[in-house]
């Protein structure tokens, strides 16, 4: 079985025509931040999230996407999903009405205990974005 990602399959088109936004609430608020964490973004474009899964939120302002390698971050929190979907790359994530980053890839580091979901925009921690411990987050 060949995987449409790694044959640039998609690279042509966006085969998401429609999609529901996926909800959750920080269950952890992060502060630190690392100019060589070295994460390295899954090629696929998307992931699915369940219901009740918890994954990480990691802010960064390098010029990156799906296939490359992250070295400047700053750790955001841990989100519970409370509404499962599917996240795609370019997805804004939200609390309120404050867009905190848009969706720049994946890295599976820590699978099958969390993914971390790397987020393009101004590279701060949770902290710093002032976010609290059951902040509503919304994705899509």
């Not at 936004?21 to 390295?40: I, K, S």
């Not at 999903?81 to 599917?86: A, C, D, E, L, Q």
């Not at 404050?98 to 205990?113: K, Q, S, Y």
């Given at each position: 079985?060949?995987?449409?990602?790694?044959?640039?399959m998609?690279?042509?088109?966006?085969?998401?025509?429609?999609?529901r936004?996926?909800?959750?609430?920080?269950?952890?608020?992060?502060?630190?931040?690392?100019?060589?964490?070295?994460?390295?973004l899954?090629?696929?474009?998307?992931?699915?999230?369940?219901?009740?899964?918890?994954?990480?939120?990691?802010?960064?302002?390098?010029?990156?996407?799906?296939?490359?390698?992250?070295?400047?971050?700053?750790y955001?929190g841990?989100?519970e999903?409370?509404?499962?979907?599917?996240i795609?790359?370019?997805?804004?994530?939200?609390?309120d009405?404050?867009?905190?980053?848009?969706?720049?890839?994946?890295?599976?580091?820590?699978?099958?205990?969390?993914?971390?979901?790397?987020?393009a925009?101004?590279?701060?921690?949770?902290?710093?974005?002032?976010?609290?411990?059951?902040?509503?987050?919304t994705?899509?």
């Open positions: 079985m060949s995987d449409p990602y790694s044959r640039n998609f690279g042509q088109f966006n085969p998401y025509f429609a999609k936004q996926t909800t959750g609430t920080l269950a952890v608020v992060l502060d630190g931040t690392f100019d060589d964490r070295g994460l390295e899954i090629s696929p474009s998307s992931r699915a999230v369940k219901t009740s899964e918890i994954h990480e939120l990691i802010l960064s302002d390098e010029d990156t996407g799906p296939g490359k390698r992250v070295n400047r971050i700053a955001v841990f989100v999903i409370n509404r499962g979907g599917v795609i790359v370019g997805d804004s994530v939200r609390t009405e404050t867009v905190i980053g848009t969706v720049a890839g994946f890295d599976e580091t820590h699978m099958p205990n969390h993914l971390n979901i790397v987020l925009g101004n590279r701060k921690t949770g902290r710093e974005l002032q976010l609290s411990v059951e902040n509503a987050i994705i899509g």
